[in-house]
């Protein structure tokens, strides 16, 4: 009992130096393991943002109705595709189409812009597909460089479209072209490559010409393309948060269009009187959402390349194909400048500047005719 008061009363004495420490300790350790358990709670949750959502199914049983005809790779992938021109079994010339950044098959320039006569006196047959993880192809989550043109190799020999065929590519789908050039020359009867994309970290330009041009980017495109580039699994996160400014490309910003853009959209607009259509073209692009298509798309067009265009040799230096590239002056979305310097070192190219032209003047004023000809040898 003494001894108990004693010590209560010593307890008293110094009432709760003892309890409080005991307590301030415990409520530290307990703060800690808050800490920790919120700060993984905030990891884990910051991972997930920077996972995209699976993409959205397409075909029968469970997925989103079909719009038209796919092929079935050798690996179980399916590309979607849509014919135009002459029938292929009567056509002189046979062209595969690749279409640019977030647009799919519908979005085609010799649709436009090259006239019916044109394309019945010539003969040309041309095929449009839908690039993987666009429109209604299968997504290619192991998509590379190579793998497009290896595609698009198999989808020519699917439909039969003999030992060798053209291939045609505009903006993100005309950098596909240098793929089919590196990857399929044999294949190829010719090539024409139409305002395309610039991979700024092609080791063969000049940083002088490069820095210049990427300084004139939008800052926050600049920003867009060095996440595709050095964080490409960061691309996801970066282009869904709206508290800062996105890819212009996919905000549709007004400032990367030129005068000329302008005009020609507003064209196009009004020739496309089918309700149909006009939906077709604005859903098809992002069908399966935007990882598949629009992310993965930056991070291999801007990505690591392994071959560089500039270190290309003239594939049809025994016969008489040849490589067209066409470019606006007024192009506002990918430099002129860059695409200057790669035609004077790749002297075998036809290159064709077209003045006062933006980054669309294909799909207007019979270019898609003028294209045509000129890649088919006909005046
Ligand atoms: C390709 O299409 C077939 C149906 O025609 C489907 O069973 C298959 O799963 C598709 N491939 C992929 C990779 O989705
Ligand atoms: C870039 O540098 C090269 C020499 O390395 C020079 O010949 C060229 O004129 C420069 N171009 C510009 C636009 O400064
Ligand atoms: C290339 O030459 C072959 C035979 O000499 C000819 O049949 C073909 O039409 C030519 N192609 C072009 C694009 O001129």
Not at 18 to 23: E, G, L, N, P, V
Not at 157 to 176: Q, R, T
Not at 340 to 358: A, D, P
Request: proline share 6%; aromatic share 12%; glycine share 6%.
């Amino acid at each position: 009992m003494i001894a108990s008061t004693m010590s209560d009363s010593k307890k008293n004495l110094s009432p709760t130096s003892h309890t409080r420490r005991y307590i301030v300790d415990s409520s530290l350790g307990v703060l800690k393991i808050l800490l920790i358990v919120l700060f993984a709670e905030l990891c884990a949750w910051a991972y997930q943002t920077t996972l995209p959502p699976p993409p959205t199914k397409l075909g029968s049983p469970d997925g989103l109705p079909l719009t038209s005809p796919r092929i079935k790779l050798h690996n179980g992938r399916n590309l979607s595709y849509i014919e135009s021109g002459v029938p292929k079994d009567v056509a002189k010339f046979k062209i595969i189409y690749v279409h640019c950044f977030d647009c799919s098959k519908y979005q085609n320039p010799f649709a436009f812009s090259a006239s019916r006569d044109v394309i019945e006196e010539l003969g040309v047959y041309i095929v449009a597909l839908d690039r993987p993880g666009y429109g209604e192809s299968d997504p290619d989550p192991k998509r590379t460089v190579k793998s497009l043109a290896l595609d698009i190799e198999e989808l020519a020999d699917e439909l039969n479209l003999g030992e060798k065929f053209y291939v045609a590519g505009y903006s993100m789908g005309g950098e596909v072209i240098w793929s089919c050039l590196k990857y399929i020359p044999h294949r190829l009867q010719g090539a024409v490559i139409i305002s395309p994309a610039v991979n700024y970290w092609w080791h063969n330009l000049p940083s002088n010409l490069t820095n210049d041009a990427y300084s004139r980017q939008l800052q926050q495109d600049q920003w867009s393309l060095r996440v595709a580039h050095y964080l490409p699994w960061l691309t996801y996160w970066w282009n869904t948060r709206s508290w800062f400014p996105g890819f212009s490309v996919i905000t549709q910003n007004p400032a990367i269009f030129s005068q000329a853009d302008i005009e020609v959209v507003t064209k196009l607009n009004a020739m496309i009187t089918d309700p149909t259509q006009a939906t077709l073209m604005k859903t098809q692009p992002r069908l399966q959402g935007e990882f598949e298509s629009i992310h993965r798309d930056m991070n291999i067009g801007w990505g690591k390349w392994e071959f560089d265009p500039l270190d290309l040799e003239n594939p049809f230096e025994n016969t008489n194909g040849s490589v067209h590239l066409w470019m606006g002056d007024e192009d506002r979305i990918v430099p002129v400048t860059l695409q200057r310097y790669i035609t004077q070192q790749l002297g075998w190219i036809k290159y064709h500047e077209v003045v006062g032209g933006g980054h669309t003047f294909a799909f207007a004023d019979e270019l898609g005719s003028d294209i045509l000809k000129a890649l088919l040898k006909v005046k």
